[in-house]
């Protein structure tokens, strides 16, 4: 059943553009807070969109992240002790590691997704409907011996029409002329969204030494909340120069992401580069961009239990001066009924201040 909204009027563009403001204030000061690191703050800006590689606009469409990465941490001060507390209770983020490396995220993203179809002011019911995510967070990361990495992350935000996701597609498409989607009237309703994630990824040579060779990076995790709920498991091969900087690219949950980790103090000369391909599979037990909302009468389509994505890239940097990242990524069928996988690009940039 299709979800009704009344006219916002002005008052609500308003109150929306301040609720985005305030989101904005929080996430600047939370890079300020990333900025007491030593060393800190990496800023890292990730876009990914179906239509950097074919002219289309469908179902995951878009999806912009921001985020700002902090200096490795004092083993003994503040900022450890969260890990420390964590630690106690939980059996991850053992301390007095070899070589421990501890550092804090922050980030603040937006997710839009569609129907195929956009020039329906009333979409096909079964076809995916209009929802946007927007969220901020931050991740906790240890490295501990150069060889694994644990991300404990928490995102909070909003799904619905205080995500802006109209605003953000149809301004766009009025600015570069192309035909704005009609049927966002029709999204699922306003719901407060919270994703608790934790993942851990091995490091393992296969060929060369000192990052420089052959490696491939199994990744285990686990996400819970009233957004997703899912498990996964995957692995990502890489050949290049200074390999150990990093776990790879960053990516927008859910994916086979090597986070927004990078620690300088690996490298071996200025220069790294990276060629990699890599696999996820997901087992899913709740999306609500294709479940609905829990507590409203949305729309809503039958989803896969599982889906996998496929991804391959490039990956270049000078130092932590400035890196960039560029992959396609084709992720099988999310839901009964859909037509064709879906294919999309990322493209990012990281930099440090």
């Given at each position: 059943m299709m979800s009704r909204h009344s006219k916002g009027g002005p008052g609500r563009d308003v109150r929306d553009g301040i609720r985005l403001s305030l989101a904005s204030c929080c996430i600047l000061m939370a890079m300020q807070g990333v900025a007491l690191a030593e060393g800190g703050p990496?800023?890292?800006?990730?876009?990914?969109?179906?239509?950097?590689?074919?002219?289309?606009?469908?179902?995951?469409?878009?999806?912009?992240?921001?985020?700002a990465l902090g200096g490795e941490l004092a083993?003994?001060?503040?900022?450890?002790?969260?890990?420390?507390?964590?630690?106690?209770?939980?059996?991850?983020f053992p301390s007095g590691a070899s070589a421990q490396s501890r550092r804090y995220a922050v980030f603040l993203g937006q997710s839009l997704f569609t129907p195929e179809n956009t020039a329906r002011k009333f979409p096909d019911s079964?076809?995916?409907?209009?929802a946007g995510w927007l969220y901020l967070g931050v991740s906790l990361l240890?490295?501990?011996?150069?060889?694994?990495?644990?991300?404990?992350?928490?995102?909070?935000?909003?799904?619905?029409?205080?995500?802006?996701?109209?605003?953000s597609q149809n301004d766009f498409h009025q600015f570069i002329g192309a035909r704005p989607a009609r049927g966002?009237?029709?999204?699922?309703?306003?719901?407060?969204?919270?994703v608790l994630t934790y993942e851990r990824l091995w490091r393992i040579g296969l060929l060369g030494d000192r990052g420089n060779g052959v490696e491939?990076?199994?990744?285990?995790?686990?996400?819970?909340?009233?957004?997703?709920?899912?498990?996964s498991a995957g692995g990502l091969l890489r050949w290049g120069r200074n390999l150990q900087a990093d776990y790879g690219g960053g990516r927008i949950r859910p994916a086979l992401s090597g986070t927004?980790?990078?620690?300088?103090d690996h490298l071996d000369g200025r220069l790294g580069y990276s060629l990699f391909?890599?696999?996820?599979?997901?087992?899913?037990?709740?999306?609500?961009?294709?479940?609905?909302s829990a507590f409203h009468r949305d729309p809503s389509v039958e989803k896969k239990d599982f889906v996998m994505d496929l991804q391959a890239g490039v990956s270049l940097f000078w130092s932590d001066d400035v890196q960039m990242t560029f992959g396609v990524v084709r992720r099988t069928r999310e839901y009964r009924g859909q037509p064709r996988p879906d294919v999309f690009g990322t493209a990012s940039i990281a930099f440090s201040l």
């Open positions: 990496r800023i890292g800006v990730l876009e990914e969109n179906d239509s950097l590689y074919s002219d289309s606009d469908r179902h995951y469409t878009q999806g912009l992240r921001l985020s083993p003994q001060g503040w900022g450890s002790r969260p890990f420390d507390l964590i630690g106690t209770v939980l059996p991850i079964t076809d995916r409907p209009y240890q490295e501990s011996g150069g060889t694994m990495l644990e991300n404990l992350e928490l995102a909070v935000g909003v799904v619905g029409p205080l995500a802006l996701g109209k605003l966002w009237g029709q999204e699922i309703h306003n719901e407060p969204g919270l491939i990076i199994p990744q285990l995790g686990a996400t819970l909340g009233n957004v997703f709920i899912y498990g927004d980790y990078f620690n300088v391909a890599g696999a996820q599979g997901r087992a899913i037990g709740h999306n609500i961009f294709m479940d609905g």
